[in-house]
């Protein structure tokens, strides 16, 4: 059975940083791709960053480019997701998703993955 759980999130003031983690139990990270997701409340689930299977094919949303890294540590079965920069209107459940197929790019859509984490809460303050 696999499973994701995030953690990492919390309060912080715009500008400041959080690195979220995703830990994967149940199958070996490193043939799966990996992403983040948020949603705010009111809004719908939308694409942060993905990291494909090997690692070295990088997605990020247009509003998190240049602020965000996502990486990955394989022998941990963790992804990470460091964010510099945060703005208040980041603040948003912030969920890891993974696909069932192996040996993926990843991609920007929901539909792309099957398994998602509980979600970890970001909170940023003005």
């Known amino acids: 059975q696999v499973q994701l759980v995030e953690s990492g999130g919390g309060l912080v003031q715009a500008g400041g940083s959080l690195r979220l983690s995703c830990t994967v139990s149940?199958?070996?990270?490193?043939?799966?791709?990996m992403g983040w997701f948020r949603q705010a409340p009111g809004k719908e689930r939308e694409f942060v960053a993905s990291?494909?299977?090997?690692?070295?094919?990088?997605s990020y949303a247009d509003s998190v480019k240049g602020r965000f890294t996502i990486s990955r540590d394989n022998a941990k079965n963790t992804v990470y997701l460091q964010m510099n920069g945060l703005k208040p209107e980041e603040t948003a459940v912030y969920y890891c998703a993974t696909p069932e197929t192996p040996f993926s790019n990843g991609g920007t859509w929901l539909r792309d993955y099957d398994y998602w984490g509980q979600g970890t809460q970001v909170t940023v303050s003005s």
């Open positions: 990291i494909s299977w090997r690692g070295g094919i990088l």
């Open positions: 149940g199958r070996t990270l490193s043939r799966y791709a």
